[in-house]
């Protein structure tokens, strides 16, 4: 997909293959700003502060992590993959909601061993980081191209010349993986095929991911879309205002239950009520084949409750952070909601449409 620029979300610098650059999703949309990591301790600083986020885009982001850390490990080969082990601890560390940062650590790690000593295991590591990366391209490409038959299916039962209404909720776009995204590579497949389609586009408080990075997204791409506050969503597929939603995940259970941003089990509901398709778009890396029951083993991200109580704001050329709270309030903040396999109409992965439950889900790759 090459309607941005920077085409990706995180790159080998150019003539420095030592560093890696991201986008630092913090100030977006205000200003695109890319960001030097120059050794393991500043990945774990980015995935921790959400410089890069989205699962997809943790998990990449761990393996070229780890990358660093290969080359910043001692050259006595004992040493070495001690502080190997080290780095990935923390990595691991760093936010425990995505699964993709445990299946991109654990693949790596498992390439890493079979080098014979650690040069051999820097050239593995950055080879393996390369097609974690270009994995994850190809598996949110391909979403897209089986999200768009859902699409144009629901186009099909139409009037000729009406609109696709899509909702979605945070941020599954490219910003949150590679390329393309996963709830928006429907979406972008949809607009260069020329449907027409529109999109809601979910505010996603407390930090916003829906304004300042899917809206930005969108917008940057020419997909004609609204901005709603958090809940007003309901209200709207009660008025008949939404044809389907679609958002991605963090983790998948095995029986098909779903992690997502908080408030997205809200959506689901009122998708329900509304007989409104909701489907989940992740690839295969978002799924944890060892839970069993998403609702009660999915750990769920408590970030600071600052984040509640203050919000970010453009003026001039500076981030501002503003109170909208009681200073001395408790707030709660979580991360993440699970959305029960039930209320989920389909999961949509690199591998197709399946249902929400351990047979769709095991039917979509057998032997798991
Ligand atoms: O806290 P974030 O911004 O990392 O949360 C991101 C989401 O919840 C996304 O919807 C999810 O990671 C899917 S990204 C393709």
Known sequence: MNINNPTRTIWLKEGDPTIIQVIDQRILPHKLEIVDLKNYQEVVFAIKDMIVRGAPLI?????????????????????????????????????????????????????????INPQ???????????????EDVENCRKIGEFGLDIFKDILSRKNPGETLNILTH?????????????????????HSSNLPIHVWVDETRPRNQGFNLTAWELGKAGVSHTLLVDNAGGHL???????????????????????????????????YDNKIPFYVAAPSSSIDWNIKDGIREIAIE??????????????????RRVLIAPENSPAANYGFDVTPARLITGIITERGIWEASEEGLVGMFPGR
């Open 170 to 190: 945070c941020n599954a776009g490219w910003l949150a993986c590679v390329e393309w995204g996963t709830a928006t590579s429907p979406i972008y497949h949809a």
């Open 237 to 271: 597929m009660q008025h008949e205002k939404v044809d389907i939603i679609i958002v991605g995940a963090d983790r998948i259970a095995r029986n098909g239950d779903a992690a997502n941003k908080i408030g997205t089990y809200l959506k689901a509901l009122a998708a």
């Open 120 to 134: 051999a295991k820097i050239n593995i590591a950055i080879e393996i980081a390369n097609k974690i990366a270009e």
């Open 302 to 319: 408590e970030r600071h409750n600052d984040e509640v109580k203050y919000i970010n704001g453009w003026e001039g050329d500076t981030l």
């Open 59 to 115: 998990g990449v982001s761990a393996a070229y992590g780890l990358y660093l850390a290969s080359l910043e490990a001692p050259e006595e080969s004992t040493a070495f993959d001690a502080f190997i082990n080290k780095a990935s601890e923390e990595l691991l560390a760093t936010r425990p909601t995505a699964v993709n940062l445990h299946w991109a650590i654990n693949k790596s790690l498992q390439a890493i061993s079979h080098g």
